[in-house]
């Protein structure tokens, strides 16, 4: 039976990759631009990396962020129909933008089909929201604390009360506001798509 202290850490996963390439700290080092003793801190879970460290891992070693929070399984190992994931806020991958503050929730599981995020709304006009968005999939947001106009490319806007939530195509363009009287909201957001690396390309997609 796996218990909780079988996920694995960033550490975990990190000493992992070192060993697959035969990596010494100092030559992993070198590679990603992150000393040999942030690095050893991190694979003995004694330091966490910050987003835009973690970025930088995976842009220098060329891997998916999402292979950061899970353990480097055989790509060959077939899909087991048994996962589960307990979605914790504080081990949830935190991404700040101008107009929302993500909480990536769940990231321990890779290659996902289903995105759950909780999305702090702080825009409150269409004019400092800027450009819609606009990404593969299709998505569910479901408001949980405060109110929610929903800007979208071909709907009138929608306002959306606590306990309400939209389902929409991800492809049209849109935007989710902090409505009339609220200072900023929170919302669950629960992003789909056939893409395997759907949560990467979020996260590319933010900045």
């Not at 960033?10 to 070198?30: F, K, P, Q, Y």
């Not at 702090?120 to 929201?129: A, K, L, N, Q």
């Not at 604390?145 to 049209?172: C, K, N, W």
């Amino acid at each position: 039976m796996a218990t909780q202290s079988s996920q694995p850490t960033l550490g975990t996963v990190l000493r992992a990759i070192r060993t697959r390439n035969d990596w010494t700290l100092r030559e992993m080092s070198d590679r990603c631009g992150i000393p040999v003793s942030t690095l050893s801190k991190v694979e003995h879970d004694r330091l966490t990396l910050s987003y835009d460290k973690l970025q930088q891992l995976s842009r220098r070693l060329n891997i998916r962020m999402s292979d950061l929070f899970a353990e480097g399984a055989d790509e060959r190992t077939p899909q087991v129909m048994g996962r589960r994931s307990i979605a914790l806020a504080e081990q949830a991958l935190r991404v700040v933008t101008d107009n929302y503050d993500y909480r990536y929730l769940s990231t321990d599981l890779r290659r996902k089909r289903m995105i759950p995020i909780l999305v702090r709304i702080r825009s409150r006009s269409p004019s400092e929201f800027g450009e819609l968005v606009r990404h593969q999939g299709e998505e569910f947001l479901y408001v949980l604390e405060g109110r929610v106009a929903v800007h979208s490319e071909f709907y009138d806007p929608v306002v959306l009360e606590t306990g309400q939530g939209i389902y929409i195509d991800s492809t049209m363009g849109h935007a989710y506001l902090a409505a009339e009287g609220c200072e900023e909201a929170l919302a669950l957001a629960v992003c789909s798509s056939a893409d395997e690396n759907l949560q990467d390309s979020l996260i590319s997609l933010h900045n």
